[in-house]
């Protein structure tokens, strides 16, 4: 069995709290400082955080009152002090030191609160938000917590992770105006997936916080571009203060756009089949040149769907069947339409501006980059887009890792034939899959086919597969028997 952190976090702090009282031995004080809007604008919080279960020590000789400072002048709106003293070296005195260093910034406590009188101690010691952790605490201990900080005139910050966080919540903001956060990192072993704030983001409600994973300017950005009001940001501005601007600057200069927009829908899709098929893979059905073709994927299962924009390949498409198709999936499908795929093989090309264009429009989801890098021109398009890698040694597994960045949440991999893009039949040597599946979540193409799925799916349990040739009667044209035998295995 797994370590559940969390779990041990919470019994601890009741232990400490029947040992050293409510206030865990410091003497309370009288609140002077006036409150402070939280999260009432697009703002980041960022944390005195001195360590972490996942991390251990990130910076043990912080200086709460230097930090805050550094913080205020960064531009943040709002601090998080980290009070949970067993395994993030935090205190209640730290909230009164960050308070007086950063008069003009709301103060978040972070800690994992019981009971509605930890809000009055709070509130006391100078906090103008409280942090509920929705898993923690019972329907009618988290709506009490919420409503007393709203009687003290103080925001309460609702953290969801599932599907039943989420329902609490929304029993939360039935009794008034809350914060929603959802936590990129799992508090049960602290492992981190950015997709997980995506697939939350429509149901948190206009004021809503990414938290944790943040790590680079690009990081803030992609989650301003999801719709993110806010981002927390711990061991990044903890360790170095003085690059807290950067973050800063990079989520406010951003906004929603086409790029969150794609990954919101896929993370969405996601929790879909996590849900209803439980273990098993998204799929993408590539090389889609017809309707009929297309059709039949998306009412078998399909997730995504692939046009290739590149000539070379036996399975180009063009821009007026590309329209054809995809208005065809919207009409019969609409909300539950596949998101549709450009893909692109070759830089500078009519077919590649094409890609962009219909993305751009609305009319793909996203443009996929085939083994070749990700142009500025997608970037700048307002435009969802990923890339695939071609994978032969253990080196570019790790030029891959080191490159990943949550701005870039996934990346597909595929096998390499010199001279071929795509379509080979052939499959990743299971070593460089192991490699990447340890560090990410599998996106894997290269000779999948209806008869080995079902090995590939125990063995290396794919988050997304990627299938084209093994599916096809002729080049360009699906075999509706090779779908439906694909499906079955995996639905």
């Known amino acids: 069995m797994s370590r559940d952190i969390l779990a041990e976090i919470v019994a601890k702090r009741k232990a400490d709290i029947e040992r050293l009282g409510i206030c865990f031995g410091f003497e309370r004080p009288k609140r002077t400082r006036p409150l402070h809007p939280f999260i009432a604008k697009p703002g980041t919080i960022l944390e005195v955080k001195r360590s972490s279960p996942s991390k251990g020590?990130?910076?043990?000789?912080?200086?709460?009152?230097?930090?805050?400072?550094?913080?205020a002048e960064a531009g943040t709106s709002a601090i998080s002090v980290l009070t949970e003293g067993n395994y993030f070296n935090g205190s209640l005195a730290d909230i009164l030191k960050v308070a007086a260093a950063a008069p003009n910034c709301a103060i978040l406590r972070k800690d994992f609160l019981l009971s509605p009188e930890e809000i009055d101690v709070a509130y006391d010691f100078g906090a103008d938000a409280v942090l509920l952790i929705a898993r923690i605490l019972d329907d009618s201990t988290l709506c009490a917590m919420a409503n007393r900080a709203r009687e003290l005139g103080m925001t309460p910050f609702v953290e969801v992770r599932t599907k039943d966080d989420l329902r609490k919540l929304k029993l939360v903001q039935k009794d008034g105006e809350c914060v929603a956060g959802v936590n990129a990192r799992d508090l049960r072993n602290f492992h981190i997936d950015p997709l997980?704030?995506?697939?939350?983001?429509?149901?948190?409600?206009?004021?809503?916080?990414?938290?944790?994973?943040?790590?680079?300017p690009s990081d803030a950005a992609f989650a301003r571009r999801l719709g993110f009001e806010g981002i927390l940001i711990g061991e990044a501005a903890a360790k170095s203060p003085d690059s807290a601007k950067n973050l800063v600057s990079a989520f406010l200069g951003a906004e929603p756009n086409g790029y969150g927009k794609f990954w919101k829908a896929y993370a969405?899709?996601?929790?879909?089949?996590?849900?209803?098929?439980?273990?098993?893979?998204?799929a993408k059905i590539c090389g889609i040149t017809n309707v009929e073709d297309a059709l039949l994927a998306a009412e078998l299962g399909a997730n995504m769907l692939g046009f290739m924009f590149y000539s070379k390949s036996p399975r180009n498409t063009n821009e007026a069947d590309t329209r054809k198709i995809v208005q065809s999936l919207k009409e019969k499908f609409k909300g539950q339409a596949p998101l549709c795929v450009g893909v692109v093989a070759d830089h500078g090309t009519a077919e590649e501006k094409t890609a962009i264009a219909l993305a751009s429009e609305g009319v793909l989801d996203a443009v996929q980059f085939h083994g070749v890098a990700i142009p500025a021109e997608a970037e700048s398009a307002n435009i969802g887009y990923y890339s695939t890698v071609r994978l032969q040694s253990m080196s570019e597994v790790e030029a891959l890792i080191a490159a990943s960045k949550h701005s870039l949440p996934r990346t597909l991999i595929d096998a390499y034939v010199p001279d071929v893009v795509g379509g080979t039949g052939k499959r990743i040597d299971d070593a460089l899959v192991d490699a990447v599946r340890a560090q990410e979540a599998l996106w894997m193409a290269g000779g999948i086919s209806p008869e080995n799925i079902a090995e590939i799916v125990k063995r290396f349990e794919p988050e997304l597969v990627d299938l084209s040739t093994s599916l096809e009667a002729t080049h360009g044209k699906k075999d509706a028997d090779k779908l439906r035998a694909f499906f079955k295995a995996i639905r």
């Open 268 to 282: 969405e899709k996601r929790e879909e089949i996590r849900k209803n098929f439980p273990g098993k893979p998204l």
């Open 196 to 216: 997980i704030p995506a697939a939350f983001r429509k149901e948190l409600g206009p004021r809503a916080v990414f938290e944790s994973g943040v790590k680079e």
């Open 57 to 71: 020590n990130i910076a043990m000789g912080l200086d709460p009152v230097e930090t805050a400072r550094k913080y």
